[in-house]
């Protein structure tokens, strides 16, 4: 059915029969750049992707490239300066992928890419060791005030930064930030009692939270999540604080227009699928479908509300 569908799609959309890229293509497997370590959620999400991609699409195999480092950077610059033939794809992550151009400090601008799409997102909240005495976001508010608070965020420019730094412009505290290495020292951090709170995702620790080893106390997101439907957002406790990660698939920029035709609807009707989506349920893999040109609209609003806090407190 995909595969029939998606040369049809190509056509349609491009008014040709057939072009003598995609009858050569793909000519070999197709990379996927993943810019964090083996094991984590954007690692997870790509791995799912191809799984499904490789059983419905034929002449297609796909190899994941792990290259962590700087927060992302390192791999979103390697997939920026990848040929632009087809065969070396990526699974980008927000916000980084912005704060990064915020700062100064990418190789690469959004122009960088072509945008394919976005895949999953991952709720950020507010977590705390499950024994301490901070039950609400006031309560976090009113402790910071009183004294200096340890909260763990995972690094430098992230999301858990970003609301971190929110927090603060919101209610005039001052944290004494802790930036990690990843979210399995701030897990390490809160299980042990070792900080007073962080800023983490949703998936990162449902898990905990759900057994009683430690207290997510906030969502931050306009709505409350599906998956923690009884967790009240910072809104509703009185604070505008606002964040969430994103996943979400690009292409160097400069593709023949044909291939990078094919490579979008495939990863639209791989996401489509009952198969997909079910798998992603259960490996708490929390999906939030977007097309290239939205998911470039929310990159782009997004670039603009972190410079907004960049200015404010450069990093």
């Known amino acids: 059915m995909f595969k029939k569908s998606i040369l049809a799609g190509i056509v349609v959309a491009l008014g040709l029969t057939t072009t003598a890229a995609i ?14 370590k083996a094991g984590g959620s954007t690692d997870r999400t790509a791995r799912l992707f191809t799984e499904v991609a490789e059983k419905n699409y034929d002449g ?14 390192k791999g979103f610059e390697a997939i920026a300066r990848a040929t632009p ?7 980008v992550f927000t916000p980084q992928l912005v704060a990064h151009i915020v700062s100064g400090r990418a190789k690469y601008t959004l122009d960088s890419f072509h945008i394919m799409g976005n895949t999953a997102q991952d709720p950020a909240i507010v977590v705390v060791p499950k024994d301490s005495p901070i039950k609400s976001m006031a309560d976090l508010a009113a402790a910071a005030k009183a004294n200096a608070l340890t909260v763990a965020v995972n690094g430098i420019g992230s999301d858990d930064f970003l609301a971190a730094k929110s927090f603060e412009s919101a209610t005039g505290v001052t944290f004494n930030l802790l930036p990690t290495k990843g979210s ?12 007073d709170a962080a800023f983490m995702n949703l998936s990162q620790m449902i898990k905990q939270h759900q057994a009683g080893d430690a207290r997510i106390i906030a969502l931050l997101t306009e709505e409350r999540d599906e998956h923690l439907p009884d967790m009240p957002t910072a809104k509703e406790q009185g604070y505008e604080v606002f964040m969430r990660a994103t996943r979400g698939f690009v292409a160097p920029a400069g593709i023949d227009e044909a291939i990078q035709t094919r490579l979008d609807t495939m990863l639209a009707e791989v996401m489509a699928t009952d198969e997909f989506q ?4 259960t490996g708490s893999i929390f999906l939030l479908p977007m097309t ?3 998911y470039l609209a929310y990159l782009k609003d ?13 990093w």
């Open 60 to 73: 297609f195999e796909f190899i994941i490239k792990n290259i962590p480092g700087s927060g992302g950077q």
């Open 85 to 91: 033939d087809g065969h070396t794809i990526g699974l």
């Open 292 to 294: 290239g040109p939205d």
């Open 23 to 36: 009858a050569e293509y793909p000519s070999k497997p197709v990379t996927i750049i993943v810019p964090s």
């Open 278 to 281: 079910e798998k992603a349920k």
């Open 302 to 314: 997004l670039m603009a509300q972190t410079k907004a806090v960049y200015d404010k407190a450069p």
């Open 184 to 195: 399995t020292e701030q897990k390490a951090a809160i299980l042990g009692g070792h900080v």
